[in-house]
């Protein structure tokens, strides 16, 4: 996984580092408070693994410890 940051303005995503030479699938987060939010994950939440990856093609996530996680935060008291 590696996230890149970028601007998204009127429509279209400008990058601002160098992206894969392959296809790739991509996931959008968008920083923004105003923003529409239809993941249920918190803005700092989103940021802490954007960080965590921001520059890395090799970042280890483990997807079901992140899910697992965000389960316990929102459903615990």
Same mark, same amino acid.
């Given at each position: 996984m590696q996230a890149i940051h970028?601007?998204? =303005?009127d429509g279209q995503l400008s990058l601002n580092e160098?992206?894969?030479k392959n296809n790739?699938? #991509?996931i #959008?987060?968008?920083?923004?408070?105003h923003h529409a939010d239809d993941s249920g994950m918190s803005t700092e939440e989103a940021l802490r693994i954007f960080h965590k990856h921001a520059g890395s093609i090799k970042g =280890?996530?483990?997807?079901k410890a992140e899910r697992l996680a965000y389960l316990?935060?929102?459903y615990t008291d």
């Open positions: 970028g601007i998204y =303005n160098t992206a894969p790739s699938k #991509v #959008v987060i968008f920083t923004e408070e =280890n996530l483990d997807a316990d935060e929102r």
